[in-house]
Nanobody, 115 residues
Framework: QVQLVESGGGLVQAGGSLRLSCAASGRVFNIWRLGWNRQAPGKERESVASATRNGDITYVDSVQDRFTISGNIAKMTVDLQMNSLQPDDPAVYYC?????????WGQGIQVTVSS
């Protein structure tokens, strides 16, 4: 089992920035991939960014060049720096960790963007 706790969400004006953080605990030594998903009201959940233990990073096209995922293996944390937030970005953001092919997710944290 892996437990994940997100922090750092909130309200920001369009064009502004937020930094989400996630702390993992439990079977962290078996974590292969860490990532962030999001789900907006009425929309399907989508993968925003993820990073593997060996450094492979992927982003959904809509956040490329605006969001940056970074991790600290020693502390087992993963952050998502979100810049130039847009009206399409508000959602509940979830931190996830993949262990032995199974994804574990945090409770989620709200990100709201005001125009």
């Amino acid at each position: 089992q892996v437990q994940l706790v997100e922090s750092g969400g909130g309200l920001v004006q369009a064009g502004g920035s937020l930094r989400l953080s996630c702390a993992a605990s439990g079977r962290v030594f078996n974590i292969w991939r860490l990532g962030w998903n999001r789900q907006a009201p009425g929309k399907e959940r989508e993968s925003v960014a993820s990073a593997t233990r060996n450094g492979d990073i992927t982003y959904v096209d809509s956040v490329q060049d605006r969001f940056t995922i970074s991790g600290n293996i020693a502390k087992m944390t993963v952050d998502l720096q979100m810049n130039s937030l847009q009206p399409d970005d508000p959602a509940v953001y979830y931190c996830g960790a993949c262990v032995d092919g199974i994804w574990y997710w945090g409770q989620g944290i709200q990100v709201t963007v005001s125009s």
